[in-house]
């Protein structure tokens, strides 16, 4: 009885004068470290680009998706990583409030298009998003079937312009339908692959990420192979092509690439180490609340809810 | 009856093989030009930024947003255009998927900051938001109520995870409550004014534009006055500073501000004249349906729904 009304008196304190919580960032930072999950050196791509006008060095690191999502495609890029196609290409086109993209810039010329390494596959379509079993998810009390691999589905990141449902299944931000079809969502970083029109779906070759505000309508329209886990500023704080689509007008205005490689393939000691807050920790689902229910100090209106993309996915270099 | 029997026809041949439809870009293009409506030489403020390191001009036109929203705050802003008073300073913070922030960089210096004219309102935190009479918003069939000055609810943007009602009321992004508050939305290219801890609510030196996916957490939190509708990139390509919060650490990585002015203290010939698009046309409603279902060429599913933030309103120089 003592306790219980030592509880009751201090929900009642707490409700007449909210206490200052921690901000999400907080909330992370303070993890167990079993909550970290690593990333694998063969998920990992890092891409060096020539130094910045200061002469600064810039690196760019990318995080793979796991199979069975996007496997195809991401099967194709460790191929080009590993025939180091990449290196000596550029970056070309960034488009404000859109996307950064790099690759051959020559790509759409015959005659001047750098050869793709054998063995690439065509993804079909259908890659795009995944039919899947579903499972029961729940958060908290509140339970829904969502397909796997979707694992935490937060009442906090719940409506969404885009999707019947969304989610997080190790470490990625997903949407999912009620017929038990997953799919990877177009967040800030994201990374996809660019293609022709219908029936072409891209073969990994160009690249880009995400620099705007969450192109959402492109999910199920372009494969998500990744994101950028470190480096984006590298990436879209670049100037934007005057040209269509924002592609540079002049070859001198791209960034020169000079090489992409998998962490795996580098020297032990070359070989950064990354780690992000499991989506499937309950300090991920405390963090998601946060998020969506900021009270730390510089806050007065809590939204009471938060955008699938603005649920931002901890990452840091392994301690 | 020939003619009904030819719609029939006509619809049957449509779902069979789905005609492509004009992109939004395109729809917003072919409007009338009764469609458009001007913004105020007196609701625009240019800002001149020092060429950039290849000695390319910088200019940002602010639309700033109409009384009764965020009116105080306007208020004080024009008081500081026509004081000239950010001539000689910079844009001094860039933080990556956030903001960029403009004004005296020394301004929390009391023996360096720059004084402030006299007259400037003190806003109160009631002012984030506006309780405003109700009336009814249709969207073909479909009705709500809506407070004013929300007069566009689109049924293609009415998932929203930060509010239960969002639309757009003469050319502005809008979200309410269903009690009749009313408020602006962080979205891209959104201007916002930069405040200390509560209760300080800022006085519209300090500015803000969001160069991320759109901070709506934010939203009741801080004031919004505008929006910039030309020269987003300037702001946006910014190298990104490495101090806390994006805040540059050295002074010589700032960007200098040559001048702001108010469009309508220019000489008549110097008056930029720019238009948006109506969001209570016809033409607003068709382009947000574009948005929600894009079956232009490139795309082949489309999203069945938009984020506000996405349906950007078509804003372009006067013909």
Known sequence: ?????????????????????????????????????????????????????????RQVLIQLMPPPLSEGWVGNIHALAKAHWWDGLSVYRVQDNYVTQWGDADGDDPKKAKPLPDGLKTVPESGY??????????????????????????????????????????????AFDDQGVVWPTHCYGMVGVARDLS????????????????????????????????????????????????????PDERTPILSVRLASELPAAEQPHLQYL?????????????????????????????DLCNVRVPVRRRP
Do not use: Q
């Open 199 to 250: 029936p072409s779906t891209g073969t990994g070759a160009e690249l880009y990420t995400v620099i705007s505000h969450a192109p959402r309508h492109l999910d199920r329209n372009i494969a998500l192979v990744g994101r950028v886990v470190e480096g984006m500023a590298e990436l879209s704080s670049l100037p934007r092509g005057a040209g269509s689509l924002g592609v540079y007008e002049k």
């Open 1 to 57: 009885m003592k306790e219980l009304a030592l509880l009751s008196l201090a929900a009642l304190l707490a409700a007449a004068a909210p206490e200052k919580k921690p901000a999400p960032g907080e909330i992370a930072a303070a993890a167990p470290a079993s909550d970290w999950a690593d990333i694998a050196a063969d998920d990992l791509l890092v891409m060096t680009l020539a130094p910045d006008p200061k002469g600064k060095p």
């Open 129 to 174: 998003a995944l039919k899947s079993p579903t499972h029961r998810v729940c958060d908290g009390g509140n339970c829904r079937r969502a397909p796997e691999p979707v694992t935490a589905t937060l009442k906090a990141v719940s409506r969404d312009a885009y999707a019947p449902g969304v989610g997080f299944g190790h470490g990625w931000p997903l």
């Open 278 to 306: 499991s989506t499937e920790s309950a300090t991920f689902a405390r963090y998601a609340e946060a998020v969506a229910n900021r009270r730390d100090p510089f806050f007065i209106a809590p939204a009471g809810g938060a």
